[in-house]
């Protein structure tokens, strides 16, 4: 069964670079067939998107993030990373990665628990 | 930029009532990219819906969907103690790759 857990930092200061992680078990990022997201919600916010890796490894970002936001995908490990850098308090939330399901029209159907990060001083 | 705008904010019902949850587009969407899912305090977004009228995995069939261009509804009948939550939908843009949701609607426990 597919299982995603996100970690990393979990308070970072104003103008620094926030480092996530996303540990995929149950299937091979290399030979699924799938692609993956990085969402977030920030307090009291609506959820946002991050960015996207694609079935073929390409990666994109929200446009409003995309000077800031680096997506990596790291096969060997099996695992997803995102890097947002010069942060701010706006980018305190709750950071999620999940699978983009082709047979569902991308719908994201299997999340991670989350990991909070919190940009403070 | 696509805006998805759901309704109401609130929605305050009781066990075995019928709920109804809004979810307007600012822009007309391909219906197969609309998808609805579920949230409770401390827990992921968990899918419902995809394809607009699809039940994912697992999902009773006292949720159904219906809707296309602008206009989405999420109808979940016979509603039960655990199906008080926040409800989300969601629009997939593929060119380029893009999640975007609405802000939630909040079912409430009368």
Known sequence: QLQLQESGSGLVKPSQTLSLTCDVSGASIRTGGYSWSWIRQPPGKALESIGYVSQSGTTYSNPSLKSRVAISIDMSKNQLSLKVTSVTAADTAVYYCARAYPSYYYALDVWGQGATVIVSS | ?110
Do not use: M
Request: charged content about 15%; hydrophobic content about 25%; aromatic content about 12%.
């Open chain 2, 1 to 110: 930029e696509i805006v998805l705008t759901q309704s109401p904010g609130t929605l305050s019902l009781s066990p075995g009532e019928t709920a109804t949850l809004s979810c307007r587009t600012s822009q007309s969407v391909n219906y197969n990219y609309l998808a609805w899912y579920q949230r409770k305090p401390g827990q992921p977004p968990r899918l419902l819906v995809y394809g607009a009228s699809n039940r994912a995995s697992g999902i009773p069939d006292r949720f159904s969907c219906s809707g296309s261009r602008t206009d989405f509804t999420l109808t979940i009948s016979r509603l039960e103690p655990e199906d008080f939550a926040v409800y989300y939908c969601q629009c997939f843009d593929p060119s380029p790759p893009t999640y975007t949701f609405g802000q939630g609607t909040h079912l409430d426990l009368k």
